[in-house]
């Protein structure tokens, strides 16, 4: 398998393990689902031989690297399973955990499969995480999208599995169809009660073979443009920044399937989409800053972290060349200082002023 940084998914220390149930578990296909194109092309059954040599193969992967290693179960409804198949995973994964090669377990499922009878063998084997497709919390967009369940099921599955101990994360979509600005806001805002550890945000693509990729060529779904999905994250991302619900993926991971001509027909793709959203967000918080800032100022110094300086610049220095066109006879100077925390931006003018920005939710 190729080894990619979404395999470091929840921070440079952790290690992800990702292996792909491909769909087991699921009652039927939602409509914009598909795991051949959005995982990859990997076996329906998983063998012994083959999960360890995946295993094996990550863990060889300069391990010491990493202070934490995962093995995720992902691509499927983990819980939906037969429980024989899911007992045999568990306890493949769990001879790794009892040699001390990996630390912990994550599986991802639907909300209508998580039940007080399906979360014991999960809690037998120690499984620390569940991640929830929620996907959305508007009914009507759930029913459209034939996920099978409605918004209750997800605020129990949480509510459950918060109360058995887990960590919890969930997925939300962006522009799926029969959604709107007003109910992903919700959906946002209902996952801000909910308070799970984590989220991702996925864009809707069109895949082929998908009931979506029909709607789309008959005209009645049209995906978001790039920029509407960045606003969509940019909102979440500012209304999420204080909730203590750590957002660890915005965009899809760009699969080699995904790459291969007519896989993806339509929809916001983007192989930097978190970034581009992130440098969204230090767009606008500088942007408010300069107000105060004259526009003649010949000299502005950005001081800011190291880990900082992608973002701030933006793909291709998009952000300075906006700051430049505010500022045509300003000399731009970013510098990154050692002892600047992360988030914090120290801006000054030749003329005096100055002022500091704090990017909420940067840590
Ligand atoms: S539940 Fe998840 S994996 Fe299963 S069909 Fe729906 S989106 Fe795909």
Known sequence: MKKTKDAYEESGRSLVIPLFIMNSGCS??????????????????????????????????????FRDVEIAFYGGSFTGMDSAYQEKLLSWADAFIQRELVHSIRVS????????????LLKKYKVSTVEIGAQSFVDDVLRFAQRGHDSASIVNAVALLKRHGFRTGLHLMAGLPKDTKQGFIYSIDKTKELKPDTLRIHPTLVFKDTALAKEFREGRYKPLELAEAIGLCVLAWEKLSNSGIRLIRMGVHITPEMEKEASVLAGPIHPSFGSLVLSSVFYNHIINGLRNISPDSKELHFILSKRDVSDFRGLHNVNISAIKKLYPRANLIVKSKHEQPRGQISVSADSGESFHVRIPGII
Do not use: M
Not at 111 to 118: I, K, L, R, S, T
């Open 28 to 65: 039927h296909r939602c409509i914009f689902c598909n795991q051949k194109i959005s995982a990859g092309n990997f076996p329906r059954q998983i063998t012994k031989e083959y999960f360890d040599a995946e295993v094996y193969s990550y863990l060889a992967w300069n391990k010491d690297k």
């Open 109 to 120: 499922t639907r909300p209508d499969c998580v039940a007080e009878d399906n979360v014991a």
